[in-house]
């Protein structure tokens, strides 16, 4: 299925990220969280692999390159910190896909001020070509590109 729009935290009360404490429960899903509604078959995404604990979908609008790729497992785990176990099996998922991508980011984010703007742990793999000019946020542009 093709998505549309922003991925945004829903539910019926006041509007807000996926709380800190406590950890998500092993083995669970979060109502309201995009993710949990993507992996449930709840939401529309356009699915390029599943694994036992993950999938890979294409970004709503497409990713910032072709072949931008996000990796999520299927338990709700807020970020990278929360479960290690969960993470580093998201993380090799995601190191499968680097490797048939080439040159690429691997990326993730833990908390808003990191940019994290969805709490569901999920990992952009974004193919990378010389002179594509897609700026990683710290990274400054040199004179000639500003």
Known sequence: MVSHG??????????????????????????GCPF?????GR????VLREWPETIAIR????????????VIPRVHVADVAEDPEVSAATMRRAAELAAEAGDCNVITSRGPS???????????????????????????ARPAER
């Open 43 to 46: 939401a529309p995404a356009t």
């Open 114 to 140: 990191a940019t994290q703007t969805v709490r569901h742990l999920h990992l952009h793999v974004v193919p990378r070509a010389d002179g594509d000019g897609l700026l990683l946020p710290w990274t400054v």
């Open 36 to 40: 949990c509604l993507i992996v449930r």
């Open 6 to 31: 922003e991925f945004h935290e829903m539910s019926d009360d006041v509007p807000g990220p996926c709380p800190r404490l406590p950890r998500t429960p092993r083995g669970t899903q979060r109502a």
């Open 59 to 70: 970004p709503r609008h497409g990713g910032v390159t072709d072949g931008h790729v996000l």
